[in-house]
């Protein structure tokens, strides 16, 4: 396999798929307790391979969950965890999820080393509705984390809680049994980078700085787990994510959950002033122009944008993306109830050919002074599960493709997971255009 060229170590990347098959079930399914593993084993071979690499090796593996990939290392290891920050590139102020298989596991971080684990009592009551429904899911709830801890300290951060999560991904989770250890891992982007939601990506950002990628196909979530801390009063969602605020409200002592996070009544606040200067988070290479949801149609005018954005000017342009969800369609082929946001600048011509089926067209443009640039237009389709699902790609795959500036069509940021999928852009956007 190819390797990239860095001051740092160099690896070979390998590849591993892992087959769709039985790779186990919780033992009374009900309770969490205990992930078995299968009695025929031979699907989990590539999946052995990595779990006995975990326990000895200082580079992370990536793997897939069900929201993304995750590039995990044993928590109980400083030197393991620390190679999680080298291989990502990023700073290691930020604490890190400990992905468990079952509660069995839980239970013994919650103690001291050489302490008895006692019984059900240990996890917090406040959790126990949410983990009754939403676990195994993309859900990371914070619990106080002992003194001393079986944790490395580099996976907190230095703070006195840590965030646990049991993926739902029987691969994570059989991953997860296999090694024996909690896995610290964060999302398995390079740093600053969308998050990764197939092997692919993760060998694009990656190659060369790790050694195995496990390969489980596309993640059916797409944005990453919600994080929630139920040690204070209200309970806060320190993070939007899989699992959505309205559904968290419906549980017991969960009715009054906060928002510990920047939301669309706070877009001002947010929205960069300096685009050069804003931290990066989720961003592809290309400038994101990001379209708030507006019940009125909106129209995007690239020259304007562009010079807000970052002094570029319409000449400049050569090639657009554009991301369109619930309205937006900037083919002439549109459906007569879709919104051409182009329309008053450009005449497109679909060219003939390069629609691959997947929601992706290039469309090339003529505007009135007689230019022409080229557009890749990706359609996520109007739901919202769908737009979760393709996020990261469509940003992803228009970087590939080298556009320039990326527009988005933004969603209404209510209470479900649109709420994760606006956050994220959010993060990404060079630029957010706010509802007139
Ligand atoms: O879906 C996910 O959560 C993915 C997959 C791989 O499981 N993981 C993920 O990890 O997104 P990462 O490192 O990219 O994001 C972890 C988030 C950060 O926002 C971090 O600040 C928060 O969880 N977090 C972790 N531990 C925390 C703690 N003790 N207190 C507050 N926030 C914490
Ligand atoms: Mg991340």
């Not at 990453?224 to 699992?243: M, N």
Request: hydrophobic letters at 40%; glycine letters at 8%; a negative charge.
């Amino acid at each position: 396999m190819a390797s990239t060229h860095t001051n740092e170590a160099v690896f070979q990347t390998r590849v591993l798929p892992v087959p769709t098959a039985d790779l186990g079930c919780f033992k009374g399914r009900e309770a969490l307790e205990t992930w078995e593993l299968p009695s025929d084993v031979s699907a989990l071979a590539h999946i052995q391979e990595a779990a006995s690499y975990l326990q000895t090796q200082n580079i992370p593996v990536a793997f897939p969950t069900e929201t993304v990939y995750g590039l995990g290392a044993d928590a109980t290891r400083s030197d393991a965890v620390l190679g999680i920050y080298k291989a990502k590139g990023r700073p290691s102020d930020n604490p890190l999820i400990i992905h468990i298989c079952d509660l069995t596991m839980l239970r013994s971080l919650l103690v001291s080393p050489g302490a008895q684990v006692s019984d059900a009592e240990s996890i917090p009551d406040i959790y126990k509705p949410l983990i009754k429904r939403f676990w195994p899911g993309p859900l990371t709830i914070l619990l106080p984390n002992p003194i001393p801890s079986k944790l490395a300290p580099e996976v907190t951060a230095g703070l006195k809680t840590f965030g646990a999560r049991m993926p739902s991904s029987p691969l994570a989770l059989s991953l997860i049994r296999l090694s024996g250890v909690p896995i610290a891992a964060p999302s398995a982007n390079a740093s600053t980078k969308p998050s990764c939601t197939t092997a692919d990506h993760v060998f694009h950002d990656l190659h060369g700085r790790i050694e195995i990628i496990l390969d489980g196909g596309a993640c059916t979530v797409g944005v990453e787990s919600t994080v929630v801390d139920g040690l204070c009063s209200p309970p806060v969602v320190l993070r939007p994510g899989g699992v959505s605020i309205d559904d968290l409200r419906q549980c017991e002592g969960w009715e009054g959950v906060v928002k510990g996070y920047k939301d669309s009544s706070e877009v001002g606040a947010s929205a960069p002033r300096a685009p050069g200067m804003k931290y990066k988070h989720y961003s592809p290479k290309a400038k994101v122009v990001l379209y708030e949801d507006s019940d009125e149609t909106t129209d995007f005018f690239p020259e304007g944008h562009m010079v807000h954005g970052d002094g570029a000017t319409l000449g400049q342009i050569l090639s657009l993306g554009v991301v369109c969800t619930r309205h937006w369609d900037c083919a002439p082929d549109s459906q007569p109830e879709s919104h051409n946001p182009i329309k008053a600048v450009f005449e497109s011509k679909l060219i003939a050919g390069k629609t691959n089926g997947k929601g992706t067209k290039e469309l090339k443009l003529r505007s009135k002074d007689g230019s022409w640039v080229l557009l890749t237009q990706i359609s996520l389709g109007g739901e919202t599960k769908d737009i979760a699902h393709g996020l990261f790609s469509a940003l992803r795959e228009l970087d590939e493709r080298g556009v320039d500036v990326i527009y988005v069509e933004g969603i209404k940021d209510e209470g479900d997971i649109a709420a994760a999928v606006m956050n994220r852009l959010r993060k990404a956007a060079t630029v957010i255009v706010e509802p007139r």
